[in-house]
């Protein structure tokens, strides 16, 4: 931005000062010494200098006018070719009804991978997107939450019945087998895996953090990192439910 503006400066002192010049030149036109060739030469110089500094202006104004406008808090990946949503009609979700991509339709949807026996990122994430909720107020409605279990071996539909909607009655808890869940992992990026601790609980699961978002009309647009507040996921829904 630094480097824009000295060159927008330099632009008009060149062109104010070939302005300058042109009543030099006509002082010095009359007394019999000036050249009009030279004289015609200069002006048109300094229009051409002066035309570029406002295109200049106006196109760097505008730019910034338009970033601050439609800009989002979390990593933008609109158009992207991975995450789609309609992978997810291979689960079923917390109450024993498979997943269809209709069920969405008009909704901004927040997908989000975890497990019920995660001790610190996935109530922290829920706790986060519970407070979002709130924030929306009534724009909560047009919001749904998909927690998907990626440790199936012990997240149940009636245990996800029992942890997804304590945070939210709307969140719901998404499950399916170990091989639709690798396919729907596979499909979103999201890594994960199985650690044996030592504790009484046998295992805990490594996954990725990050959430999706996807706007009304169900195409990928957004990936929220972990610690993202709740304000700016807020801010980014609103957005997309207004069409941005």
Not at 2 to 15: G, Q, Y
Not at 185 to 198: I, M, N, Q, W
């Amino acid at each position: 931005m630094f480097i824009k503006i000295v060159i927008i400066l330099l632009l008009l002192i060149v062109a104010a000062s070939l302005l300058s010049g042109r009543t030099a030149l006509g002082a010095r036109q009359k007394d019999g010494r000036g050249k009009p060739g030279l004289r015609k030469l200069m002006l048109s110089v300094a229009a051409v200098l002066l035309v570029l500094s406002v295109a200049v202006v106006t196109i760097h104004l505008s730019g910034c006018s338009k970033n601050s406008e439609s800009a989002f808090r979390s990593t933008d990946i609109s158009g992207a070719k991975f995450a789609r949503l309609a992978v997810l009609e291979t689960l079923t979700d917390h109450n024993g009804r498979r997943v269809t991509s209709a069920d969405f339709q008009g909704k901004v949807v927040i997908v989000f991978f975890g497990y019920t026996q995660c001790p610190d990122i996935c109530p922290t994430k829920m706790v986060a997107l519970q407070e979002t909720m709130r924030l929306l107020g009534p724009a909560a409605d047009r919001v749904q939450v998909l927690f998907v279990t990626v440790d199936p071996e012990r997240d149940t539909p009636v245990v996800l019945a029992a942890y997804v909607p304590w945070f939210d009655p709307r969140f719901l808890g998404l499950y399916g087998n170990p091989r639709a869940t690798r396919d729907v992992a596979e499909e979103f990026r999201v890594v994960y895996s199985k650690v044996k601790d030592g504790t009484a609980l046998g295992y805990s699961m490594d996954h990725g953090a990050t959430s999706y978002v996807f706007d009304p009309q169900g195409r990928p647009r957004l990936l929220i990192r972990y610690g993202e507040a709740p304000q700016s996921i807020a801010d980014d829904v609103l957005k997309l439910l207004v069409g941005h």
